[in-house]
């Protein structure tokens, strides 16, 4: 079997596998993510970025630094008090994330079909039902926004 084809089989494994569990979980998102040569934006890149400090939270809910790493240390081996990270820059806000999973489930919903070779130029795209008179942009989250403005007219 050629590279070509048994990069293709792979990758309808990987789309069967979530077709047949009605869902894209962790496991199947970071399965086609590697097939595909994902690489992280800024914003996931951050995500994994190192901590600069971390706190824990009183009984009554107030968040407080650790007086040392041994008091850090002994806190996450205790098991009972809520830790947090905090990082030099902020995370998405929860809106943001609320309306890229918005975003996400509708095109989840509307996808219809992979072409492994997009135009004869080796593109793998993924294939969605769009409301009808929809303009795109190179802006994607613009184009998704008012395909799903359009598809609720």
């Not at 409301?131 to 613009?142: H, K, L, T, V």
Request: one cysteine or more.
């Amino acid at each position: 079997m050629s590279n070509e084809a048994s990069e293709y089989n792979e990758l309808l494994d990987i789309v069967s596998d979530i077709v047949n569990a009605g869902h894209m979980d962790q496991e199947g998102l970071a399965r086609l993510r590697a097939h595909l040569g994902y690489k992280p934006t800024a914003l996931a890149t951050q995500r994994q970025a190192e901590p600069v400090a971390y706190q824990y939270q009183d009984r009554e809910g107030k968040w407080y630094p650790f007086m040392d790493e041994r008091h850090y240390e002994n806190t996450v081996a205790e098991g009972s008090w809520p830790i947090r990270a905090l990082y030099t820059e902020p995370v998405a806000s929860a809106a943001d994330e609320l309306t890229d999973a918005q975003r996400y489930r509708w095109l989840r919903a509307r996808l219809v079909g992979i072409d492994f070779d997009w135009n004869e130029n080796g593109f793998t795209a993924l294939c969605f039902r769009m409301p009808n008179g929809i303009a795109g942009s190179a802006d994607c989250d613009e184009t998704i926004d008012a395909a799903m403005q359009k598809d609720t007219q």
